[in-house]
């Protein structure tokens, strides 16, 4: 009787450290992910000031015409707008299945 008590206890003690390692171990990635999605919607900003910023220079269309200016353009509305699609897809993702917190 006395091996089997020693038994179970060893059992929960152990199943309750892997529990807690696990619970820290998944409370640490959801830090980091709210760090990324920071630094995503920072960066999101960013593009789309500069985006603004550039179109209010060039207002008649000649920059964005030239290959080399016209390229950096380009390349500022295709991030922007994989940006914009990652947080309608991550959005709608979250809307899907809510998450409570602390």
Known sequence: ????VIILFLAVAGLSYFVWNLLRKVERYEEDIQLKDEFIIKFKSMIEESNEKMQKLDEKG?????????????????IAFG???YFQNYTSTEE???TTKK
């Open 1 to 4: 009787m006395i091996a089997l």
């Open 62 to 78: 000649a920059f964005e015409s030239e290959d080399e200016t016209g390229f950096i353009f380009k390349g500022l509305r295709d």
């Open 83 to 85: 940006i914009n699609s």
């Open 96 to 98: 899907e299945t809510p």
